[in-house]
């Protein structure tokens, strides 16, 4: 059965079919507060402790999973919040086709699936050939938080941020200042499993909102291009 990309704006659930395009968010949640992400949000721990702690930032969350989504929906609705917009829906789809670019101060993406097959390495947040995507969500200065349990795969992240053009990433060796952020991070703490914290910004100067590829990413693309144009023989 095809999922429904569901929408839900202080209160009111929409079908994204039924939505004007949505080159700006600002109608769905009106406001000047500055724009926070999280993809991924699981039972939406960190998102809705936001959202309440800062009533005068939006939130953006973005989850998968119906059943988180409608988890963290009700959650929020009971407590009356009026700055979390919550999106039903796959991150990338939503960030290639659906979401405006630039628009985030913050990006939060903690423990996300690591796809730890070589076949299905595309399907992650952090690949070279995915990576523009999650980070064409930032305006520029803006800040990218993650965390994972699976330290290869971190280890591979840092790879790929740290060679990405404007970005200056930081390996964060203590725990975040807050403490536990979400479900994952508090039971993995408890566990005494290792997390590996990651903390990256955009360059202030970023001359265009459409980010260039990631140099490994292009790489591919470049191929593929040059396979289309050749004449027929
Ligand atoms: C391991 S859980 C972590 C949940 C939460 N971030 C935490 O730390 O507690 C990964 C979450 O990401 C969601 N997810 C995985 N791939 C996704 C995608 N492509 N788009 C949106 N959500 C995704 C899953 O449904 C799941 O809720």
Redesign the pocket.
């Known amino acids: 059965m095809r999922l429904e990309t569901a929408i839900d704006a202080g209160g009111k659930e929409r079908r994204l079919p039924d939505l004007p395009p949505l080159d700006c968010l600002d109608p769905l949640l009106p406001g000047d507060g500055p724009w926070e992400v ?6 939406g ?1 960190y998102l809705l402790a936001s959202a309440l702690k800062h009533p005068k930032r939006r939130f953006l969350g ?4 119906s059943k ?1 989504y409608r988890l963290l929906r009700d959650r929020a609705r009971r407590q009356d919040t009026s700055n979390l917009l919550l999106v039903r ?4 789809y939503l960030l290639s086709s659906v979401l405006p670019r630039a628009f985030a101060s913050r990006l939060h993406i ?4 690591p796809w730890p097959k070589s076949r299905h390495y595309r ?1 992650r ?1 952090f690949d070279p050939e995915t990576v523009d995507l999650v980070l064409g969500a930032l305006k520029p200065g803006g800040e990218l938080c993650f965390a994972t349990d699976f330290i290869d795969y971190g280890q591979r992240v840092l790879e790929i941020l740290k060679g990405y053009p404007g970005l200056s990433v930081e390996h964060r060796s203590s725990p975040w200042p807050d403490g536990a952020r ?4 508090a039971k993995y703490i408890l566990e005494g499993r290792p997390i590996l914290r990651l903390v990256a910004r955009l360059s202030d100067h970023q001359p265009d909102t459409r980010l260039p590829f990631h140099p490994e990413g292009r790489i591919g693309i470049v191929a593929a291009t040059a396979t289309r144009t050749r004449p027929d023989s």
């Open positions: 999280e993809l991924g949000f699981g039972k721990r973005v989850e998968l999973v988180y829906g796959e991150a990338l903690y423990f996300p699936d399907r947040l979400t479900n994952y991070e």
